[in-house]
Nanobody
Framework: VQLQASGGGLVQAGGSLRLSCAAS????????MGWFRQAPGKEREFVAS????????YYADSVKGRFTISRDNAKNTLYLQMNSLKPEDTAVYYC?????????????????WGQGTLVTVSS
C-alpha cells in the first residue's frame, strides 16, 4: 500500500488542523493504521493508532483529549484531527500501516510509511 499524507501547515497555538492520509490499493481496511511524528532533533514518536474497522483507538498521553484519529475505509483515508495545538506539537507527521496490528506503538511494526507532512505551531 502507498500512503500520501497531507494537511500540515502553520497554525497558532490553540488552533486546529486535520491531517489526511490517502492510501492506494484495495487493502487499506486490512491494515492497522497509525500516526507518528518527529520533531527537530528528536526521535520519531507514536501519536495515535486505530484498528482495522475504526472501533478501537489509542493515543500517546501527550495528545490524549486533543487529537482524534479516524478512518474511512470506503475512501481509503486515515485522518488525524488535532485541536488545542501547542508549540511542542511542532513536527513532521507521518502516517503508517501495520499489517499485524501488534506492537502498534512501535514504529518498526509498521511496514508502509507516508512521506510526512510538516505541522508548525507558533506561540
Amino acid at each position: 500500500v502507498q500512503l500520501q499524507a497531507s494537511g500540515g501547515g502553520l497554525v497558532q497555538a490553540g488552533g486546529s488542523l486535520r491531517l489526511s492520509c490517502a492510501a492506494s490499493g484495495r487493502t487499506f481496511s486490512s491494515y492497522f493504521m497509525g500516526w507518528f511524528r518527529q520533531a527537530p532533533g528528536k526521535e520519531r514518536e507514536f501519536v495515535a493508532s486505530i484498528n482495522w474497522n475504526g472501533e478501537n483507538t489509542y493515543y500517546a498521553d501527550s495528545v490524549k483529549g486533543r487529537f482524534t484519529i479516524s478512518r474511512d475505509n470506503a475512501k481509503n483515508t486515515l485522518y488525524l484531527q488535532m485541536n488545542s495545538l501547542k508549540p511542542e506539537d511542532t513536527a513532521v507527521y507521518y502516517c503508517a500501516a501495520n499489517p499485524s496490528g501488534r506492537k502498534f506503538m512501535t514504529d518498526d511494526s509498521y511496514t508502509y510509511w507516508g512521506q510526512g507532512t510538516l505541522v508548525t505551531v507558533s506561540s
